[in-house]
């Protein structure tokens, strides 16, 4: 999807910030970021990993040199090699307009050499926020692929797919997103976050509740399934 395309389907949408989390990479964050900002988006920068227990795991940092940064570790521990079992064709870089800049050679939907608590851990460590994704989904959420969240790990906002909170959520703020891979379905789920200023510190406020501050999820039912895409 090209960058222009995403802030356009997202400020038809109504939306006023969002977050591209592509899979196992943050090569299209600037360009994206750049886009948003100019078109009064707010954006959060992050990615979307895929950890070796096939769990896939958000993070999500303040800047973009961070985020970038962390994306070249990541893209380290992604196995070399092109082989898609998934029939998804080429992935490409693109430009604001969506012109080709490059073919990316790694299959970027493979699971990478690296734990789920030992992401979150680095996460942690670079001053990101680390979200379990889809947790209650079939397949890449950490229920189905390893019956629960490691111990020891704060995780103040978790995604869900379902109607239904998984208790082991706790009181954790529930994030609800579109996981949008195709335009159209950019919007179809939605979080209402109220904070002071778009900062990691001021979201694990707004997940404690504090002072007025909130993270609040919003179910649609109505809303497609991932696998549509």
Not at 50 to 70: I, M, P
Not at 195 to 212: N, S
Request: glycine fraction near 8%.
């Amino acid at each position: 999807m090209a960058p222009h395309a995403i802030v356009a389907a997202a400020l038809a949408a109504g939306l006023n910030l969002i977050a591209v989390t592509d899979h196992n990479t943050a090569a299209m964050t600037p360009v994206i970021a750049q886009v948003a900002r100019d078109a009064g988006l707010d954006f959060l920068y992050g990615l979307e990993l895929q950890t070796r227990e096939d769990v896939h795991l958000l993070a999500y940092f303040d800047d973009e040199a961070t985020c970038v940064a962390f994306s070249d570790e990541v893209y380290a521990v992604l196995s070399d090699g092109y082989e898609d079992p998934y029939g998804l064709g080429e992935q490409v870089q693109v430009d604001a307009e969506g012109n080709t800049l490059r073919y990316e050679p790694k299959f970027l939907v493979n699971g990478l050499d690296l734990s789920f608590a030992d992401a979150v851990r680095r996460i942690d460590e670079l001053g990101g926020l680390a979200v379990p994704a889809h947790i209650d989904r079939e397949f890449f959420g950490a229920l189905s692929q390893m019956g629960g969240l490691p111990e020891g790990l704060d995780f103040p906002i978790i995604e869900v797919r379902g109607e239904r909170i998984p208790d082991i959520c706790g009181d954790a703020a529930i994030l609800r997103s579109s996981d949008a891979h195709i335009l159209h379905m950019i919007g179809e789920r939605v979080t209402h976050i109220t904070v002071r200023e778009l900062t990691i510190v001021e979201l694990r406020k707004a997940a404690a509740g504090i002072d007025g501050r909130s993270i609040v999820g919003e179910f649609s039912p109505q809303a497609d399934d991932w696998s549509r895409s």
